[in-house]
T-cell receptor
């Protein structure tokens, strides 16, 4: 149980185009999903927190108009990189949080490697 | 906001030796401290976590300790094996559905 999928696993796009990445919790409901960005040999940097049915909360320095996040249901969140540029090339990872009893757990998707040419 | 610092950034140990990774955090409201293992190109995997009402937790060869007064927590891996080689991230969170802040990572290399 507790499986999170991401699609696509990798994508190459041309500069100026938009790319949508999907994050799904397959066997549980996730009220909250997180989107991270990871550059090579660096840590995971939180981009935004997404709560189902409400607007995402973006971290400082993350452009909300460039990185559009939609959390349409308890099992699906999407990240759209608009007008992508080479500097947006990175590894994007989502995670979904769920409560189990009195505790909560966070599960990561496999990540999406974006390359902008 | 929360700031998590992690040391060392790289760590090489001989197979069978122990490895220790240390983290400090800044937000006294943090009460949940997970540790993740990430292999190259893969997703982070939760390996162990500890909550503020516990000072130490052990799971086979892995143990975590927490000192809330000093705001630091550590990961201990005993009898290291080559498959333990990976990047390890500590993290801190106020809990509930609030965000998790990650440390900068430690690249562990276990030399056979």
């Amino acid at each position: 149980g507790a499986v999170v999928s991401q699609h696509p696993s990798w994508v190459i796009c041309k500069s100026g185009t938009s790319v949508k990445i999907e994050c799904r919790s397959l066997d549980f409901q996730a009220t909250t999903m997180f989107w991270y960005r990871q550059f090579p040999k660096q840590s995971l940097m939180l981009m935004a927190t997404s709560n189902e049915g409400s607007k995402a909360t973006y971290e400082q320095g993350v452009e909300k108009d460039k990185f559009l996040i939609n959390h349409a249901s308890l099992t699906l969140s999407t990240l759209t990189v608009t007008s992508a540029h080479p500097e947006d090339s990175s590894f994007y990872i989502c995670s979904a949080r769920t409560q189990r009893g009195y505790s909560y757990e966070q599960y990561f998707g496999p990540g999406t490697r974006l390359t902008v040419t | 906001g929360e700031n998590v610092e992690q040391h060392p950034s790289t760590l090489s140990v001989q197979e069978g030796d122990s490895a220790v990774i240390k983290c400090t955090y800044s937000d006294s409201a943090s009460n949940y401290f997970p540790w993740y293992k990430q292999e190259l190109g893969k997703r982070p995997q939760l390996i162990i976590d500890i909550r503020s009402n516990v000072g130490e937790k052990k799971d086979q060869r892995i143990a975590v300790t927490l000192n809330k007064t000093a705001k630091h927590f550590s990961l201990h891996i005993t009898e290291t094996q080559p498959e333990d080689s990976a990047v390890y991230f500590c993290a801190a969170s106020p809990g509930g559905y609030q965000k998790v802040t990650f440390g900068t990572g430690t690249k562990l290399q276990v030399i056979p």
